[in-house]
T-cell receptor
Framework: IAGITQAPTSQILAAGRRMTLRCTQD?????MYWYRQDLGLGLRLIHY???????GKGEVPDGYSVSRANTDDFPLTLASAVPSQTSVYFC????????????FGEGSRLTVL | GQNIDQPTEMTATEGAIVQINCTYQ??????LFWYQQHAGEAPTFLSY??LDGLEEKGRFSSFLSRSKGYSYLLLKELQMKDSASYLC??????????WGAGTKLIIKP
């Protein structure tokens, strides 16, 4: 089934640990995004990539890094996790950066203790 | 700054009609989107408006007034499965989506 796959779906980790959230899409979409969703707040963009080989910073990039080595994969890394990074993380893709219909993965629930 | 406002929570009765409002202030405008998100799941696309007026898609309709910075999502013949959060998002001058916090819709029998 075509779509976006995220892993892990849920993770608990200790503060200070390094963590990579994986995201893979098979729709050949050019643009990919990482959002975090917290109660009472709208989705907030962490990082984005308009096409393979390029990345950009979103609204809340501090403490996170991304890479886009190919079209399909867009991993998000927390170099040293802190409790404020406890959140639900969604990866999304769209055919292009100027098309607003996003296709979302099922989310990764991360708890940092 | 950029801002999207929508009610936090609404309650409606099965079979009835409900209107969810969204007002926005953004730097530029390249369209307004509505997404549905069931609890514990990912958002899914519902509608897109870029010109003023009403877009109808089955039981769901979405309206836009660019001059007023205003949109609404109209849900008719409500079903229990419509219980979800409804997210309003605006594409700004850089085609970045600015998201509202979402409206939690509770449907009662």
């Amino acid at each position: 089934i075509a779509g976006i796959t995220q892993a892990p779906t849920s993770q608990i980790l200790a503060a200070g640990r390094r963590m990579t959230l994986r995201c893979t899409q098979d729709m050949r979409h050019n643009a990919m995004y990482w959002y975090r969703q917290d109660l009472g707040l709208g989705l907030r963009l962490i990082h984005y990539s308009n096409t393979a080989g390029t990345t950009g910073k979103g609204e809340v990039p501090d403490g996170y890094s991304v890479s886009r080595a190919n079209t399909d994969d867009f991993p998000l890394t927390l170099a040293s996790a802190v409790p404020s990074q406890t959140s639900v993380y969604f990866c999304a893709s769209s055919p292009g950066p100027d098309t607003g219909e996003l296709f979302f993965g099922e989310g990764s629930r991360l708890t940092v203790l | 700054g950029q801002n999207i406002d929508q009610p936090t929570e609404m309650t409606a009765t099965e079979g009835a009609i409900v209107q969810i409002n969204c007002t926005y202030q953004t730097s530029g405008f390249n369209g307004l989107f509505w997404y549905q998100q069931h609890a514990g799941e990912a958002p899914t696309f519902l509608s897109y408006n870029v010109l003023d007026g009403l877009e109808e898609k089955g039981r769901f309709s979405s309206f836009l007034s660019r001059s007023k910075g205003y949109s609404y999502l109209l849900l008719k013949e409500l079903q229990m499965k419509d219980s979800a959060s409804y997210l309003c998002a605006v594409s700004d001058s850089n085609y970045q989506l600015i998201w509202g916090a979402g409206t939690k819709l509770i449907i009662k029998p």
